[in-house]
T-cell receptor, first 114, second 116 residues
Framework: DSGVTQTPKHLITATGQRVTLRCSPR?????VYWYQQSLDQGLQFLIQ???????AKGNILERFSAQQFPDLHSELNLSSLELGDSALYFC?????????????FGEGSRLTVL | AQKVTQAQTEISVVEKEDVTLDCVYE???????LFWYKQPPSGELVFLIR??????QNEISGRYSWNFQKSTSSFNFTITASQVVDSAVYFC?????????????FGRGTSLIVHP
C-alpha cells in the first residue's frame, strides 16, 4: 500500500460527459502528479501541483484541468469526453516539488468512455 | 528533451530462466535520476530502484540486479531465476530538472510473462 488513495477505481461514462477523479496523497507529501496511461501512448505526464500551486505541465489537453486543495488532495477534471480519453489515470505523490526520489503511485482510476 | 526507450515490448520466459530488460535513455543534463517500476496485474506502480547519474555502481537485491552504464546511456534490469510472480509490466523512468520540478519521463514499458 503506497498510501496514495484514488477514487473512483472504475468509471464508465458517455462521450461528451464530464468526470472528476480524486486523489489523496501520502501523509506529509505536498506534491501531486497526474499521469495518463493508455495502450498507445504509454504513461504520459499530465500535470503537477505542489502545495496548492501548479508546478509543471505536460501533455494535458485543454479539456482537462486539475487543482490541489488546501488539505492537499487533488482533483483531475475531464470534460467533453471522447472515446480516446479512455485510459488509466494515475495520481502519484512526493514530499516536495524538487524531489529526486521515487514517486508513490495510487492504484489508478480506470475511465471508460462509451 | 529527455527520452526513455524500452525496445522490448514483451518478453516471454519459462520459470527459472534469467531475463534482462533493456532501458536506454537520452538527456543532455549531467544530473539525472533513473528508476525502475513494476506494474503487476493489479495495476499499481511499485518502485524498485533509483540510481543517480553520479553513481554507476551496479546493484543487486536478491534475484534483481541493475547495470547502469553511462557510456551507453543504459540502465538494464536483470531478473535471475524468474518466477511466475515476476510477471508484470516493468517501466524504466528518467528524472531531470525541468523548470522548478523534477518530472519523471517513462518508457513505454516491457511486459514480462513468466510461464510455469
Amino acid at each position: 500500500d503506497s498510501g496514495v488513495t484514488q477514487t473512483p477505481k472504475h468509471l464508465i461514462t458517455a462521450t461528451g460527459q464530464r468526470v472528476t477523479l480524486r486523489c489523496s496523497p501520502r501523509s506529509g507529501d505536498l506534491s501531486v502528479y497526474w499521469y495518463q496511461q493508455s495502450l498507445d501512448q504509454g504513461l504520459q505526464f499530465l500535470i503537477q501541483y505542489y502545495n496548492g500551486e501548479e508546478r509543471a505541465k505536460g501533455n494535458i489537453l485543454e479539456r482537462f484541468s486539475a487543482q490541489q486543495f488546501p488539505d492537499l488532495h487533488s482533483e483531475l477534471n475531464l470534460s467533453s469526453l471522447e472515446l480516446g480519453d479512455s485510459a488509466l489515470y494515475f495520481c502519484a505523490s512526493s514530499v516536495s516539488d524538487l524531489n529526486t526520489g521515487e514517486l508513490f503511485f495510487g492504484e489508478g482510476s480506470r475511465l471508460t468512455v462509451l | 528533451a529527455q527520452k526513455v526507450t524500452q525496445a522490448q515490448t514483451e518478453i516471454s520466459v519459462v520459470e527459472k530462466e534469467d531475463v534482462t530488460l533493456d532501458c536506454v535513455y537520452e538527456t543532455r543534463d549531467t544530473t539525472y535520476y533513473l528508476f525502475w517500476y513494476k506494474q503487476p496485474p493489479s495495476g499499481e506502480l511499485v518502485f524498485l530502484i533509483r540510481r543517480n547519474s553520479f553513481d554507476e555502481q551496479n546493484e543487486i537485491s536478491g534475484r534483481y540486479s541493475w547495470n547502469f552504464q553511462k557510456s551507453t546511456s543504459s540502465f538494464n534490469f536483470t531478473i535471475t531465476a524468474s518466477q511466475v510472480v515476476d510477471s508484470a509490466v516493468y517501466f524504466c523512468a528518467l528524472k531531470v530538472r525541468s523548470g522548478g520540478s523534477y518530472i519523471p519521463t517513462f518508457g513505454r514499458g516491457t511486459s514480462l510473462i513468466v510461464h510455469p
